[in-house]
């Protein structure tokens, strides 16, 4: 389950990469930009899609990968949460190499 707050600060702090919007699924949350999903808030945990154009800019402390929940792929665990700019470049990099919604 995830802090509410937390949610709510985590879209605040995408809030430059586009439309942001945190949906509740299963007691934790899928993250959206502008229509896609590009991550999840889990067990109080950003994760953000495993795509390669992130690796050139997470942090190192964000590189670790682990699923959110089981039975999920391994996603990067985002823990640097408090830097806003960081934040919302890797949301807008994960929302535009994703395909677009139907």
Known sequence: ???EDLVQYITEQA???GEI???KMFGDYALYCDGKVVGLICDDYLYLKPL???ESVLHE???QMR???DGAKPHFVITDVDDADYVSQLVKITADHLPKKR
């Open 67 to 69: 699923p959110p929940y």
């Open 15 to 17: 809030a430059k990469a």
């Open 61 to 63: 402390c964000d590189r």
């Open 1 to 3: 389950m995830c802090n």
């Open 21 to 23: 919007a945190a949906k």
């Open 52 to 54: 390669k154009p992130l």
